[in-house]
């Protein structure tokens, strides 16, 4: 990388306004990376948005053909950033695609921005933006001209502020799109998707292929968007990124909704949680005799051994962890659970 000579070198210490990363947030940035204070703050013309700010889907579901992607999903998402997580065919982008109108369900209803999802399309489309996962972009366009295409009928404003957005996040304007990398065009899309004024955003992995520098710089983009009282439905193969921005959690599984999560839940939920550790391994029969002895449930993750308990309280479980016939665990840990330890309780497989 070319760096300017030293006479034109100015300080890049940011301001706190332009640019505030999270506590959870900050975890996520890789280490040694500086923030430039490139993340423009959004400008005070932008009206605050009204209560209604959520998603709602009662019963909705799709087939193609005899496929059933989506089993009859409620699901009700507030305001702020909130995670649609799975593996790959799970429905994440087929349900998405239904709530922006772009996949008609079979059946059920769904309100997105206080609009119905059977109602007006256009009043849909107008309070929400959208970023696909899967990108189809015009090679023959500059950057620029791309902007221009993906927020016609939106005012100026929009389009100023994606324009501002894409110069933070470095992509070089005049550019064609042909000549853009996979992570260029993804993070092209998603300064669309991030610039209008509206209620509701709806982004389907806008971090694929991206590095931890231009990851965290979008990350914060989306924190930062959320303050403002937007909702959120972000899709991601990344649990670190999920866990750092996201206040609640939906779990999609077969085109079946099968869990939905929120902090306080999570963190309910690894108050009864015990991780046991033996220098030896796992012992054969250490289930069984835990299970024996009154646990509710115990499972062989090969490395360690997890338990949950009946209460928060660990001390009944480990006296009798203690009277158990089993060797001493060289380690115990009590009350820490990672979203890529619960992703992996939900699906049996390990997320990113």
């Known amino acids: 990388m070319r760096s300017e000579p030293s006479a034109r070198r100015r300080s890049t210490r940011p301001s706190e306004s332009s640019f505030r990363i999270s506590r959870r947030l900050r975890s996520s940035i890789p280490l040694g990376y500086r923030p430039r204070g490139i993340l423009p703050r959004r400008p005070q013309r932008f009206s605050p948005m009204p ?23 409620d699901l009700d998402v507030q305001a702020g950033i909130t995670g649609l997580l799975g593996p790959n ?6 349900f998405m695609r239904c709530l922006v109108g772009l996949v008609r369900p079979d059946s059920g209803t769904a309100v997105v921005a206080g609009v119905d999802l059977e109602g007006d399309g256009v009043a849909i489309r107008q309070r929400v ?9 015009y090679g023959e366009l500059r950057a620029s001209e791309h902007l221009d295409f993906l927020l016609r009928g939106r005012n100026h404003q929009a389009l100023d502020r994606s324009r501002e957005l894409a110069k933070a996040l470095g992509l070089p304007l005049h550019k064609k799109v042909r000549g853009y990398s996979h992570g260029m065009k993804r ?10 004024d509206v209620s509701v955003r709806i982004l389907d992995e806008p971090t694929e292929g991206l590095d931890p520098t231009k990851r965290a710089q979008v990350l914060e983009m989306m924190a930062d968007d959320a303050q403002d009282g937007r ?3 972000l899709s991601s193969h990344h649990l670190g990124e999920v866990d750092a921005v996201c206040e609640n959690l939906a779990f999609l599984d077969g085109g079946r909704l099968v869990s939905v999560e929120n902090a306080k839940q999570v963190a309910e939920r690894t108050s009864r949680i015990v991780r046991l550790w033996w220098t030896a391994g796992v012992p054969a029969d250490a289930c069984q005799v ?33 009277d158990a016939p089993l060797p001493a665990p060289s380690a115990v840990e009590h009350g820490r659970i990672s979203l890529a330890l619960l992703y992996r309780e939900i699906y049996g497989v390990d997320g990113i």
């Open 129 to 137: 933006t959208y970023a696909p996962g899967e990108l189809a972009l």
């Open 89 to 94: 065919g799970s429905g994440k982008s087929t």
């Open 231 to 233: 909702t959120i439905l």
């Open 51 to 73: 209560s209604i700010t959520n998603i709602s889907s009662s019963g909705l579901s799709r087939s193609f053909g005899s496929t059933r992607a989506l089993h009859p999903i």
């Open 290 to 322: 835990l299970s024996a002895a009154g646990e509710e449930r115990v499972r062989n993750l090969e490395d360690h051994l997890l338990v949950h308990l009946s209460s928060s309280d660990p001390r009944p479980f480990l006296k009798r962890l203690a």
């Open 187 to 196: 993070q092209l899309v998603f300064a669309a998707a991030m610039a209008p």
